[in-house]
């Protein structure tokens, strides 16, 4: 026969009581947060989903960042090109007045004023900045993209922006692409003077043999044609300012061009932001199906367990209230 020491005894009250306390304790975390899973052994399964979709909720946030950045340098880049574009059609505007023979000397001289400022505009949005950081300079974004006489001092390198998983766009215009028409050289400030010579920016196919040069493309800038034109004003040549009048035109549909690229992009962005907030949506709904706890099992459950315990304590109340009198009786 197997005796039952009071020790036992003690050891079983404890050992129950403290298993039904453990149940309630857990029962009362999860009603309180209404979760679920409260540690990863509760569901392991669910816990690996639950972290993946955490990690996609992280990355989601970063992704919104970038797009931020993005959308904030597209904007910056198209009000550039917006006003570039109305200074090229300005510029065109009083080429086409002064290309004339109507016009006096004095008149075009005055004109001519103008354009210098439009020129001094245009290279005032070559080198707009967005906080320290210029729009133009390909991904030399703390050098100053154009000096003075217009040259082109930073890369032709875009800067690529990660909008989601291995997605990229690039999110500038560098300065070459924008203010300089295809070629392989750029025209140099001896090309290109305010003095009283002439200018000859006709091809070289249509130049005389004493002045062709087959062997080389001449580059030119939008500040090189609007250099060209107050000089042609200054000399009084309408020819001249005939002739630049299809590079005016050149130059405005490269930039048209530039800038419906820009508001391509931004759609992009713009779709992509929708996306994430898509996703983010369906993850969070995922996510509560998971985690969340049924409110009607676990009051259910916490109303057993606080039965149980109740139990287990008026059984102990009667087992540790015996004596060896209540035997001997």
Do not use: C, W
């Amino acid at each position: 026969m197997t005796r039952v020491s009071e020790n036992s005894s003690v050891n079983s009250i404890n050992y129950a009581t403290g298993k039904t306390k453990g149940k309630l304790e857990d029962l009362q975390l999860k009603g309180s947060t209404m979760k679920r899973i409260a540690k990863p052994s509760d569901d392991p399964v669910g816990n690996v989903e639950l972290l993946a979709i955490r990690s996609q909720n992280v990355d989601a946030e970063q992704y919104m960042r970038n797009l931020n950045f993005a959308q904030t340098q597209l904007s910056y880049t198209e009000n550039v090109i917006e006003d570039l574009t109305n200074i090229l059609i300005k510029a065109k505007e009083l080429a086409i007045g002064s290309a004339s023979t109507i016009y006096s000397p004095e008149i075009r001289e005055g004109v001519s004023k103008e354009i210098h400022q439009l020129r001094q505009q245009a290279l005032g949005l070559a080198n707009k900045r967005m906080g320290n950081r210029y729009l133009f300079a390909g991904q030399k974004v703390l050098t100053r993209p154009f000096d003075i006489e217009g040259k082109f001092q930073g890369d032709t390198n875009k800067i690529n922006i990660e909008i989601n998983k291995d997605v990229f766009i690039p999110v500038n215009t560098h300065g070459k692409e924008l203010f300089f028409s295809k070629g392989s050289k750029p025209l140099e400030r001896n090309d290109i003077n305010l003095k009283n010579e002439e200018i000859d920016l006709t091809p070289p196919q249509m130049r005389s043999p004493a002045t062709a040069d087959e062997s080389t493309e001449v580059e030119i800038s939008v500040f090189d044609e609007l250099r060209a034109l107050e000089n042609a004003m200054l000399t009084d040549n309408p020819n001249i300012i005939q002739g630049l009048l299809e590079k005016l035109d050149n130059s405005i549909e490269r930039v048209v061009k530039i800038r419906t690229e820009i508001g391509a992009l931004t759609n992009t962005v713009s779709n992509a932001e929708n996306n994430i907030e898509k996703t983010k949506l369906l993850n969070e709904a995922h996510k509560s199906k998971i985690e969340d706890a049924d409110v009607t099992e676990i009051f259910g459950n916490l109303q057993k367990e606080q039965n149980v315990l109740k139990a287990t304590y008026q059984a102990s109340a009667n087992l540790m209230n015996t004596s060896l009198m209540d035997f001997l009786r």
